[in-house]
């Protein structure tokens, strides 16, 4: 029998007799009552094993699936149309080796203990800041701000993939800050608020700005939940705003893009004419698009930046809500797994990197407004990229917290909650 399960049953046989000897029997009356109150052991045995053993979230499976098959429905569409980055390339055999690759990836976090992640989160979280400053010092420029390390031709933005690492690392570091009881507390802000901004400091100096903010988004509301500190992550926030804000307006090259997006019509040839061509393309689209491999010449980069637009393009505004529904779809599970999980790292890690995911997907799904600012972000498990691979590995871990959530320790959960 499980030792967890053995001791869930020895303290309620230990609390039975409690009761018994505490009205007036002896303690061998006491016993024999307990036991027979309880019941057969076996029986019980057995079912309390059912209800504590690992449980697959198989609702975060299918929506996985729904993404993969619609990743590789419009990577064909994007290859039939021929609008590929050079002659002679296959995405979606690329694409599904990634795939592959990534469903290896998260089997193996699936099954890794990640209260052990807990131990290493120094290691974690100085590894990505270091991973991010090797890469601007050391890694190829591709696309203005966006730093590669390549190894025997294969080639990743670490930088783009750093967020998830980093956010792992804080919510061990400001879980353990909360509960030495070593420090002293105003010390202990200082170190949280230290530790929370020098990967602001990190992303500032690469110029990646969607992985500053949506880092700095996630690890605000971490702060804000492990601490309760509302005010102080309100008026950080506020700071920050009011500092990006001021930014933005003295940058001209960003003020240009955020208003050609907010209305094209202003500079339709210039910052304004992709989202021009954006809101053609879903104008004509209609309910059922235009069709399988259908070409759209005058937007680039069909197969990663724009592939949500293209989906539309070929299957219509019914496709559209077919991806809009699998991710609420996500949502929802991620919501789900979040409430279900009672140790409290587990939770933290849960929280933040399913925000993370959410607000990508959100950002995904807001270019079909045809008024977003369109960065380099991936969609993820959606567009084209060896980012699946992060991605599937950060799912894997979700999914091995979730699979844990009956068969950790109630006094682990306890002592957890209670410091």
Same mark, same amino acid.
């Given at each position: ?8 049953l020895?303290?309620h046989?230990?609390?039975l007799i409690e009761e018994k000897q505490?009205k ?11 036991i027979?109150q ?7 045995g ?8 690992p ?13 993969s ?11 039939a149309a ?6 002679d390339f296959n995405?979606v ?7 592959l690759?990534?469903?290896?990836i998260m089997?193996?976090m699936?099954?890794i203990?990640?209260r052990?992640?807990q ?6 979280y ?8 090797y ?10 701000s966006?730093y590669?390390?390549?190894k025997g031709?294969f080639?990743?933005d ?11 690392g ?10 030495a009881?070593?420090?002293n507390?105003l ?8 530790v929370l ?16 903010l949506t880092y ?6 971490l702060y804000?939940?492990i ?5 102080r992550s309100?008026?950080?926030g506020?700071?920050?705003l009011?500092s990006?804000?001021?930014y933005v307006w003295n940058?001209q ?5 955020i208003?050609g997006?907010?209305?094209h ?7 304004g004419y ?14 059922r698009?235009?069709?399988?491999g259908a /070409?759209?010449?005058?937007l ?7 592939l949500?637009?293209?989906l539309?393009n070929?299957?219509?505004w019914?496709?559209?809500l077919l991806l ?7 949502f929802?599970r ?5 409430k279900?999980?009672?140790?409290p790292?587990g ?18 799904l807001?270019?079909i ?10 969609f993820p498990?959606?567009n084209y990229g060896n980012?699946?691979?992060i991605?599937?590995a950060?799912?894997g871990?979700l999914?091995?917290?979730y699979r /844990?959530?009956?068969?950790?320790p109630?006094?682990?959960n306890?002592?957890g909650?209670?410091?």
């Amino acid at each position: 029998m499980h030792a967890d399960i053995r001791r869930e049953l020895a303290g309620h046989l230990e609390d039975l007799i409690e009761e018994k000897q505490s009205k007036g029997m002896s303690e061998e009356q006491a016993i024999s009552e307990a036991i027979r109150q309880m019941g057969d052991p076996q029986t019980l045995g057995k079912g309390l094993h059912k209800i504590h053993r690992p449980k697959t979230p198989w609702s975060l499976i299918s929506a996985l699936l729904i993404f993969s098959a619609i990743s590789l429905t419009g990577l064909s569409s994007v290859e039939a149309a021929g609008a590929l980055p050079q002659p002679d390339f296959n995405l979606v055999r690329n694409q599904m080796i990634y795939l592959l690759l990534g469903c290896l990836i998260m089997c193996g976090m699936y099954f890794i203990d990640f209260r052990k992640l807990q131990r290493g989160v120094w290691w974690l979280y100085g590894g990505a800041i270091a991973g991010i400053v090797y890469s601007v010092l050391y890694g190829f420029s591709a696309g203005g701000s966006r730093y590669f390390l390549a190894k025997g031709g294969f080639a990743i933005d670490f930088i783009s993939y750093s967020p998830y690492i980093l956010l792992i690392g804080l919510a061990g570091i400001l879980s353990q800050t909360k509960t030495a009881v070593n420090i002293n507390k105003l010390r202990g802000v200082w170190i949280d608020l230290t530790v929370l901004f020098i990967p602001v400091c990190a992303f500032w100096w690469a110029g990646v700005w969607p992985e500053l903010l949506t880092y700095l988004i996630c690890a605000l509301v971490l702060y804000t939940w492990i601490t309760g500190a509302w005010l102080r992550s309100i008026i950080a926030g506020g700071l920050i705003l009011i500092s990006g804000t001021a930014y933005v307006w003295n940058n001209q090259q960003i003020r240009q893009r955020i208003t050609g997006a907010f209305n094209h019509t202003l500079d339709p040839d210039g910052s304004g004419y992709v989202y021009k061509v954006l809101n053609e393309t879903f104008a004509a689209a209609g309910w059922r698009g235009h069709g399988f491999g259908a /070409r759209l010449e005058s937007l680039p980069y069909l197969y990663t930046d724009m592939l949500p637009a293209y989906l539309i393009n070929c299957f219509g505004w019914s496709g559209g809500l077919l991806l809009i529904a699998a991710a609420v779809w996500f949502f929802i599970r991620l919501f789900s797994a979040f409430k279900a999980v009672r140790e409290p790292y587990g939770r933290a890690v849960i929280l933040v990197l399913s925000l993370m995911l959410a607000l990508r997907i959100a950002y995904g799904l807001s270019i079909i407004s045809g008024k977003m600012v369109l960065t380099s972000l991936p969609f993820p498990f959606l567009n084209y990229g060896n980012h699946v691979l992060i991605e599937f590995a950060v799912l894997g871990l979700l999914m091995g917290i979730y699979r /844990r959530k009956d068969i950790i320790p109630a006094q682990e959960n306890e002592r957890g909650a209670a410091a």
